[in-house]
């Protein structure tokens, strides 16, 4: 039973993208020299609007990045996408905050790609957006910026979210919509 819950387990992360954003080392002095560890932030997504991002530290690289990378598996998201022209776009303005850092995230037309630095860039690839503005604010400490991209994309609301959150009708929120959508709205509903 174990090894065929180990084998979908397997098939279901095989097509995961996983992409590492930062690795510090750090020094501790003692008393025979300098012993050094690292940590790891990786981002992980299927590409089709689910991401997770983690955070390893270890005495050598590739243990640090293998728990980071188990981490984000564990932390896994459903982010609410918009699909124009076949390329996916995030549905609304958001900026999201954690600490010192701020990140800008704005849907963008078919054809712009993203237009975003290494830690932003690289979630938003692993979460399968093709086309989104960002700016990052204040802060440009990896740990933070991420953060605040994590807290960005879970104020993101789908059409469906805003309309029963409103009282209004899914048409006339589409209506308003920045993107227009040619396909139906891909994430949780």
């Known amino acids: ?11 279901a992360d095989s097509n995961l993208v996983d992409k590492v954003i930062y690795i510090n080392r750090v020094a501790k002095v003692v008393k025979g020299g300098r012993r050094f560890s ?11 609007g689910q991401v997770g991002v983690g955070f390893g530290k270890a005495n050598e690289v590739p243990e640090a990045i293998r728990k980071a990378t188990e981490k984000a598996r564990k932390t ?3 982010v609410p996408l918009v699909v124009n022209h076949g390329q996916a776009t995030i549905p609304h303005d958001v900026l999201g905050e954690f600490g ?3 990140v800008l995230l704005k849907p963008a037309s078919p054809g712009t790609g993203v ?19 960002t700016k990052s604010l204040r802060s440009s400490n990896p ?11 879970n104020r993101l609301e789908s059409a469906e979210q805003y309309a029963t ?17 040619t396909a139906a709205a891909v994430g949780p509903a």
């Open 165 to 181: 959150r409103t009282g209004k009708d899914v048409e006339s929120v589409y209506a308003n919509y920045t993107v227009k959508s």
């Open 115 to 133: 237009i975003a630095g290494p830690s932003v860039r690289a979630i938003m690839e692993a979460l399968g957006v093709a086309n989104v503005l």
């Open 76 to 78: 896994m998201k459903a």
């Open 38 to 48: 690292f940590s790891a932030i990786v981002v992980v997504g299927d590409g089709e």
């Open 143 to 153: 740990h933070n910026v991420v953060r605040a991209v994590f807290d960005a994309l």
């Open 1 to 11: 039973m174990s090894n065929r819950n180990r084998r979908r387990r397997d098939e």
């Open 100 to 102: 010192a850092g701020r």
